[in-house]
């Protein structure tokens, strides 16, 4: 239980140091919009696998993840020099298109709903 509750700090943690890291220290052009949305850290605390959302097109999401996975023996070190742990995590970074589904869902809910108003104006004349 206590190895749980520690992951799940570790993981929030790393989520906040990582999304500070990328807003304030990365220079690297490729590295567009990106946005941590969810860090998940093996139980013996030694792996982090960081979620992004990128936005942009398709070129631009790959160019980010690639900005990224190059960066990450610095972002590792970056953490180790802020955390007070015995082993700094192993980062690695994985796409996530969540926002992207969500906002695809928002859309069609947007339009079923306009397409309903239009029913009703369309059977009340």
């Known amino acids: 239980m206590a190895n749980e509750k520690r992951v799940r ?3 929030q943690l790393l989520k906040e140091e990582v999304s500070k890291i990328l807003l304030n220290e990365i220079k690297d052009p490729r590295i567009g919009f990106a946005s941590i949305t969810k860090v998940e850290v093996s139980g013996d605390l030694k792996h982090a696998k960081v979620m992004v959302s990128v936005i942009g097109s ?4 790959k160019e980010t993840m690639e900005g990224l996975h190059q960066a990450r ?3 590792r070190k970056l953490i180790g020099e802020r955390l ?3 082993h700094t995590p192993k980062v690695i970074f994985r796409y996530d298109n969540s926002i992207e589904k969500g906002v695809h869902i928002s859309n069609l ?3 079923v709903i306009e ?3 239009k029913r009703k104006e369309d059977s009340e004349e």
Not at 58 to 61: G, L, V
């Open 109 to 111: 809910i947007d339009d």
């Open 84 to 86: 007070t742990t015995y």
């Open 58 to 61: 398709e070129q631009e999401k």
């Open 73 to 75: 023996n610095y972002i």
């Open 115 to 117: 397409e309903d108003e």
């Open 9 to 11: 700090q570790m993981s």
